[in-house]
């Protein structure tokens, strides 16, 4: 069992096939990297939101992480990279 979010987590998507990586987003504004492998297995938060975060989707073509909020924004992750430190930089829009 997974536990950080403050309140209901409303979407979940899987970094890649057979990875062991996953996103949650939730009603208390953040989205979470998990790795399932890890004792502490949130490895990154992401909290610049000002609403809920209703959906998470990865696009892997370009291996960005697009979030979409209640704040009437969404924000696209720069290139994602081994590191989850690298999706706390994103181009809010």
């Known amino acids: ?4 979010h403050k ?3 409303w979407g979940l998507e899987q970094t890649f096939p057979g ?3 996953f996103f949650t987003s939730s009603v208390d504004e953040t989205v979470r ?10 490895v990154a938060i992401l909290d610049d939101f000002q609403g809920a975060v209703a959906g ?15 704040d009437v924004s969404f924000h696209i992750t720069r290139q994602l990279e081994d590191s989850p430190k690298s999706l706390n930089s994103s181009l809010r829009i």
């Open 1 to 4: 069992m997974f536990s950080g």
């Open 7 to 9: 309140r209901w987590v």
């Open 19 to 21: 990875s062991p990586m």
């Open 33 to 42: 990297v998990w790795d399932i492998r890890l004792d502490n297995p949130c």
């Open 56 to 70: 998470i989707a990865l696009n892997p073509a370009q291996n960005r992480l697009i979030c979409g909020a209640f």
